[in-house]
Every structure is written in structure tokens, then in C-alpha cells.
């Protein structure tokens, strides 16, 4: 697989240099008595790509879920460029903040192009009645989502299959139309949950590639990801978590090199650590609370 990245300018959504984009304090998340993340502090910055690493339940994608409004932390807050966000998902997409998922969560029957329009929907502003009449605002409208949303398919490679139905794509490029989509909601900050799941090499340096050229255009990239090449190549900072705590954060020489890192990755416990029967019931717990409507969303 290769992948045609030709960036032109900023993104719509990009922030100025320096600009503090994400800065969650505290956050916390517990199910019932079980805590999954525990007074994470974390910032990234515009122009950076930050990685989140750490054995399986550790609490990654828990918090995860807390940046974007699909968790309510039970303790702590998440600002994006200084406002605290909403707590429903939707209303943190229109603020800027924009994520894939670590199982792709692509509209199967839907074509390629009209994936990446489903990812414009916070930027456009008709309403009922003007799609209903289709006057000239709302063609005018339809024309510059589907200019950009074409945009998009050029920038990762896929405008050729504008019309494929996504479920037809291969699993590498079904990756990358998950990203597009992402990236039509014009975000300052990128949330990635494991883009290289399941990739060749090949798909995994093309998606290097991708993300490097994502930054370029001037917006903040969070990634969690398991493959540890991929993420020490790619990433300016790297924060560990282990049993839901953030255990050490730096460069990818100070990670690589801390002990603590290595004796997490390596199964041995830490005083107090949690047994695998408490770490089954954490995973169980949050399987459980993404599964369950989200009853804010549909109000």
C-alpha cells in the first residue's frame, strides 16, 4: 500500500504554534468501585505528537473516552484551548476535537466520499428547511463539503475510489477512510486509537507518513498505539500508563530507558498492583459502559 500525501496549508481547524491545545487535569474514571484511570494529568501542545503507551488494561482508551465526551470523568476536567468541553460527544467534535477508534467504525454501505461527508456535518450550517427546498445556499453548501471532502480523499490517497463502498476497501485503507472522516470535522486535535491494529509494515509506514503530514498541517495529534517502533519514531513526547495511572512521561529516550516502564511491559507487579481477576473486572466494566447508550447524546 502506498500513500499520496501532498499537504496544502494549514487544515481549517489548525492552531497557532504553541498554542496549548488538550490539557486534562485529574481525570479520573471509575465504574461502580472500580477505578480505570486515576488522576491523569496530560497536555499537547499545537504541533506536537503525543503518544499514550501502556500494557493492556491500562486504562488508555478509558481515557480516551474521557477527552471526547463519551465518558463524564467522575473527577477532573478536559479544556481544549483553554474552555472546558461538553460532556456529550458531538458537542466536543464541533469544538474542534476529532478521533478514530481502535475497531474501525466505518458506515459499511455507505460509499467512500459519503463517509467523509458524514464527517462534515459540525461544519455545515443548513437547516431542515433549506434541505428540503434546496435552494441555492444549500447547493452552494453541498458543492464545498464535497470539494473538501474530495480534498481529503486526494491528501490520503483514495480519491480514485470516491464511489467504492467502504465495506469493499481493504483493511489498510478502510484505516485511512476512518481518519479522512475524522479529519472533515476540521479538528484542532486528532485522537488516534491504535491506526497501525492489524498492518503489514508497509501500511504501517504509510500511516507514519500520514500522521507526520496530519501535524504539518498544523494540527495536534494524540495517538495510542502498541506497536513501539511505530510510536517512539513518530511521537515528540510519550506518556505511559500502568493499572490507570500515568507512571512516567518524556522523550523516547527517557521512556525507553526508564525501569519502571520496562518491568510494567515485562507483566512484573507493583506494590499494590492489582491482580489479574481486579484487571478483568476494570476491562469488563468499561466493555460494558461503551456498550450502553449514551443517554446525553440523544438529547
Not at 456529550?88 to 477508534?101: E, I, L
Not at 494540527?219 to 505511559?240: G, P, S
Not at 447508550?293 to 438529547?299: A, F, G, I, L, S
Request: proline share 4%; hydrophobic share 40%; with cysteine.
Amino acid at each position: 500500500m502506498t500513500t499520496d500525501i501532498t499537504t496544502k496549508g494549514a487544515a481549517p481547524g489548525a492552531t497557532a504554534p504553541g498554542e496549548t491545545v488538550l490539557d486534562a487535569r485529574g481525570v479520573t474514571m471509575r465504574f461502580g468501585g472500580l477505578t480505570a484511570v486515576r488522576n491523569v494529568d496530560l497536555q499537547v501542545n499545537s504541533g506536537e505528537i503525543v503518544g499514550l503507551i501502556g500494557p493492556n488494561g491500562a486504562g488508555k482508551t478509558t481515557f480516551f473516552n474521557c477527552l471526547t465526551g463519551l465518558y463524564i470523568p467522575t473527577e477532573g476536567e478536559v479544556r481544549y484551548k483553554g474552555t472546558v468541553l461538553p460532556s456529550q460527544s458531538f458537542k466536543v467534535t464541533a469544538a474542534g476535537v476529532a478521533r478514530t477508534f481502535q475497531n474501525i467504525r466505518l458506515f459499511a454501505n455507505m460509499t467512500v466520499l459519503e463517509n467523509v461527508l458524514v464527517g462534515r456535518h459540525t461544519r455545515t450550517k443548513e437547516g431542515l428547511w433549506s434541505a428540503l427546498l434546496r435552494g441555492p445556499g444549500f447547493k452552494k453548501a453541498e458543492k464545498a463539503s464535497e470539494d473538501r471532502a474530495m480534498e481529503l480523499l486526494e491528501f490520503i490517497g483514495l480519491a480514485a475510489k470516491r464511489d467504492h463502498l467502504a465495506r469493499n476497501l481493504p483493511y489498510g485503507e478502510q484505516r485511512k477512510l476512518e481518519i479522512a472522516r475524522a479529519l472533515a470535522s476540521e479538528p484542532g486535535l486528532l485522537l488516534l486509537d491504535e491506526p497501525t491494529a492489524g498492518m503489514n509494515p508497509q501500511e504501517t509506514r504509510a500511516t507514519e507518513e500520514l500522521v507526520f503530514a496530519i501535524r504539518d498541517m498544523g494540527i495536534a495529534v494524540l495517538v495510542i498505539e502498541h506497536d513501539m517502533r511505530f510510536i517512539f519514531n513518530l511521537c515528540d513526547r510519550v506518556a505511559v500508563l500502568v493499572q490507570g495511572e500515568k507512571l512516567v512521561e518524556g522523550d523516547s529516550a527517557t521512556v525507553q530507558g526508564d525501569e519502571r516502564v520496562i518491568a510494567a511491559y515485562l507483566g512484573e507487579p507493583f506494590e499494590d498492583a492489582p491482580g489479574q481477576e481486579e484487571i478483568a473486572e476494570v476491562e469488563a466494566a468499561e466493555a460494558q459502559a461503551e456498550a450502553a447508550p449514551r443517554k446525553e447524546n440523544d438529547r
